[in-house]
C-alpha cells in the first residue's frame, strides 16, 4: 500500500516547516509530499519546495475545496493522507492510522 501526504497551505510559512518535517518523520514513509499552495503571498511555496515537496501554486485564491481535488488529482498512490498545514503529526500517526486500511 502506498501513501501521499498532500497539505493544502495559504500563507503558512510560519507552520509549514514543522508540518512538513513531522511528515518526514513517520515510521511509516510517505512516498510524495504535495503541497497545493491556495495563491500565498508569503514564502510558502519557497519553503515547500526547499523539503522537496511537489508544489502545485492556484493562479487566484480557490478555496480548500478545490484545492482538496487538485491534491487528489495529482497523487499517484493508494492512499492519500490530507493534513493542515498547521499541523504537526505524532511519528506513529501513519502507522496507527493504516492498520485499518488492511
Known amino acids: ?9 495559504y500563507n503558512a510559512e510560519s507552520t509549514l516547516s514543522i508540518c512538513i518535517e513531522s511528515i518526514h518523520k513517520q515510521t511509516i514513509p510517505v512516498q510524495q509530499i504535495i503541497v497545493i499552495d491556495d495563491n500565498s503571498d508569503d514564502e510558502t511555496s519557497k ?3 526547499s523539503y522537496s515537496c511537489k508544489v502545485f ?3 487566484r485564491t480557490f478555496g480548500r475545496g478545490y484545492c482538496r481535488n487538485k491534491g487528489v488529482e495529482v497523487c499517484n498512490t ?10 504537526y503529526l505524532p511519528i506513529d500517526f501513519c502507522e496507527k492510522a493504516l492498520k485499518y486500511f488492511d
Open 78 to 87: 493508494d492512499l492519500i493522507l490530507f493534513c493542515d498545514s498547521s499541523n
Open 1 to 9: 500500500m502506498t501513501l501521499s501526504c498532500v497539505i493544502i497551505a
Open 47 to 49: 519553503i515547500a519546495k
Open 57 to 59: 501554486k492556484n493562479k
